[in-house]
């Protein structure tokens, strides 16, 4: 019998902890106007981005020359392949990207990349015409 009671004066106890916790959980986040961030909870925040555009043309026969194949954009990053896009050779890209350096290419070789640093609500540009000949 001693052994229930403790175990329900033990578990009231646990439970009037828990609405206490909860309760100055609540108290907090009303006395900071009762909006919460993801990052408040764990959750990353969404990085700040920025957008890399421009022409990219297939390299396809002399200069100037384009023709309505595909070419596809690769933004580079530190970690690796940040976005890809695919567009009809000698039309314009548009990447979004958070803030940083990438290397922007054209696939498959990418041979030729522009360095560029995308800066957050920016547009950078980085044409890539057809350079063969």
């Not at 033990?10 to 828990?18: C, P, R, T, Y």
């Not at 925040?45 to 990219?56: E, F, Q, R, S």
Request: charged share 10%; hydrophobic share 45%; aromatic share 2%.
């Amino acid at each position: 019998m001693r052994r229930v009671a403790l175990a329900v004066r033990l578990g009231v106890v646990g439970v009037v902890g828990l609405v206490a916790v909860c309760l100055s959980g609540c108290m907090a986040e009303h006395a900071h106007g009762g909006h919460h961030s993801p990052a408040a909870h764990g959750a990353p925040a969404a990085a700040p981005k920025g957008v890399v555009t421009g022409i990219a043309a297939a390299c396809t026969g002399p200069a100037g020359v384009t023709s309505s194949r595909s070419v596809t954009v690769l933004a580079i990053g530190s970690r690796g392949l940040m976005a890809r896009q695919t567009i009809v050779s000698g039309t314009t890209y548009r990447i979004r990207l958070p803030a940083g350096h990438y290397e922007i290419g054209l696939a498959p070789s990418a041979t030729v990349t522009q360095r560029v640093l995308v800066r957050a609500g920016q547009t950078t540009v980085a044409n890539f015409p057809n350079m063969c000949d």
